[in-house]
């Protein structure tokens, strides 16, 4: 994808960005998580606030395009997007009324909207994440909040959550979660179904710290063992492995704990595959589609 200017480029990827965000919370079932069915571990969130949310943040993903449209990573850069990001916060907590809903999504895919607005043509996915994750190194003078649950959790059990991830350019996505949507599309599964054993995957890998900052380390492996049974069972689409399904979401209850990390990196995977779908549409030539 490439624009002619930095607003067309902003409006499409906040168009995706948010997208990508619904379809993570119309999955359905999703263990621990808000879907459609229920609210999972969260007493303080539903579906509709979800949706509300995700639409919240058109703005704030378009500002990071326009901010970042054709720019390189750089200390300047990283700064003036932590800013518009930390503003899309603000609207989040405003549109839930105090609840968060997408703080780890609106970090994640602000940083990849950033990187793809900054690449002066169509590149591949891996470059996109490298690109984000430089972006991320780069220190914030900014930042205020020091003692956020995700700063607690990595002092206490030394993990690097959602900074880290990004700042090595995402490799649950590219080498766990994005490989598995795939594969599992070639195996025939329902795009349902295809999502939810990438969901599945995340949560057998990923160091959680939602999960470890409500129920600690007990919590974070009971979980990761849970989603690695049903992987071993088959994954979802055998009667064992969804049937272990029940299992994690009784795990995560227990705990009271959800799996909201690896939910935002599935809305990262569902973000990228659409930006890959696009970029492949557009090598069709124009003389070639019929409407
Ligand atoms: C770095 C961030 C994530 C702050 O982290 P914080 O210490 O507050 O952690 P906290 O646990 O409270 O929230 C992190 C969120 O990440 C998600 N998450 C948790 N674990 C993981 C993981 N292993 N991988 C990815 N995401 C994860 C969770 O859903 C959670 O909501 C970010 O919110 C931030 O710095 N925002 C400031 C604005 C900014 O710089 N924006 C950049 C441009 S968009
Ligand atoms: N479908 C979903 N359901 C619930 N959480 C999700 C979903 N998708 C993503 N998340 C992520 O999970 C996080 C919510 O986790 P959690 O409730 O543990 O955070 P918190 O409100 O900061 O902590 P706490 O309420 O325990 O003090 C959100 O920041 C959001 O990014």
Known sequence: MHWKDAESCGKALSELAVKALIEEA?????????????????????????????????STFRDIGIAAFLKKPSQELRESIAEIGRHGEKKMFEATGGTNTHKGAIWALGLLVASIAGQSQRTSLERIANFAGEIACFIDRKATQTSTNGYNVQKRFGVQGARGEAQQGFPHVMEVALPVLREARERGLTETLARL?????????????????????????????SAETIIRLGGVSTLEGWRGL???????????????????????????????????????PESLITV
Do not use: W
């Open 26 to 58: 119309e999955l359905t079932p999703k263990p621990g998580l808000v879907d459609r069915k229920d609210s999972g571990a969260h007493n303080d969130l539903n579906f509709e606030k979800m949706i509300v949310s995700a639409n919240s943040l058109k």
């Open 197 to 225: 054993e990438t969901l599945i995957h995340l949560i057998a890998r990923v160091d959680d710290t939602c999960i470890l900052h409500r129920g600690g380390m007990d919590a974070l492996t009971s979980a990761q063992k």
């Open 246 to 284: 029940d299992q994690l979401e009784k795990t995560l209850l227990s705990y009271n704990a959800s799996p909201g990390g690896s939910a935002d990196l599935l809305a990262v995977v569902l973000f990228l595959d659409s930006v890959d779908a696009k970029n492949s549409s557009a090598l069709i």
